[in-house]
T-cell receptor
Framework: GAVVSQHPSRVICKSGTSVKIECRSL??????MFWYRQFPKQSLMLMAT?????????EQGVEKDKFLINHASLTLSTLTVTSAHPEDSSFYIC??????????????FGQGTRLTVV | GNSVTQMEGPVTLSEEAFLTINCTYT??????LFWYVQYPGEGLQLLLK?????DKGSNKGFEATYRKETTSFHLEKGSVQVSDSAVYFC???????????FGSGTRLQVQP
């Protein structure tokens, strides 16, 4: 199956700093990428959807100025957590799909990034 | 809107026991249904899927049948192993939406 690589897998940062998480599709064109957040022992919460070359669409309650998403190419999307605070500590997972065709294609997931803000 | 309801865990079983994890959904139209598995500290891996009513998805001994009449997609395995210990997520995707809708996840613990 297709591979989505997410980096870094773990990051610890100080309060007030920014952290960038990368999500790459390695062997297919990801026209659409999704960013999820997962709290301990809970399900995945969709944060935003991004299409290559356009602005991301954020879910209700997600601060777009805090969670900056860039999807500049068909193989790379980035999530930047700006001015991070301890409550931003979480597991972030990206997902990618190729929606350029008419087939309802599968979504592939990155390995996730464990962010800890101290 | 779309929603997925899973049985709460954790589910604790002995090795070689039979596994069922219930999943029901609410959706308009004809969604595709999925089971994903998440091992500790990792992302999600697709376990199996079914795209239309009465389809049976299967992989690694796991099976699930798309039951439109009961809006269900229960996950089963005849004989679990310790290595099956993980969190299992039922999910759906609808033609009108591009993102998956996930259930809350069910943690499975298999004891030797």
């Amino acid at each position: 199956g297709a591979v989505v690589s997410q980096h870094p897998s773990r990051v610890i940062c100080k309060s007030g700093t920014s952290v960038k998480i990368e999500c790459r599709s390695l062997d297919f064109q990801a026209t659409t990428m999704f960013w999820y957040r997962q709290f301990p022992k809970q399900s995945l919460m969709l944060m935003a959807t991004s299409n290559e070359g356009s602005k991301a669409t954020y879910e209700q309650g997600v601060e777009k100025d805090k969670f900056l998403i860039n999807h500049a190419s068909l193989t790379l999307s980035t999530l930047t957590v700006t001015s991070a605070h301890p409550e931003d500590s979480s597991f972030y997972i990206c997902s990618a799909r190729d929606l350029s065709g008419v087939v309802n294609t599968e979504a592939f997931f990155g390995q996730g990034t464990r962010l800890t803000v101290v | 809107g779309n929603s997925v309801t899973q049985m709460e865990g954790p589910v604790t079983l002995s090795e070689e026991a039979f596994l069922t994890i219930n999943c029901t959904y609410t959706a308009t139209g004809y969604p595709s249904l999925f089971w994903y598995v998440q091992y500790p500290g990792e992302g999600l891996q697709l376990l199996l899927k079914a795209t239309k009513a009465d389809d049976k998805g299967s992989n690694k001994g796991f099976e699930a049948t798309y039951r439109k009449e009961t809006t269900s997609f229960h996950l089963e395995k005849g004989s679990v192993q310790v290595s099956d210990s993980a969190v299992y997520f039922c999910a759906l995707i609808n033609t009108g939406r591009r993102a998956l809708t996930f259930g809350s996840g069910t943690r499975l613990q298999v004891q030797p």
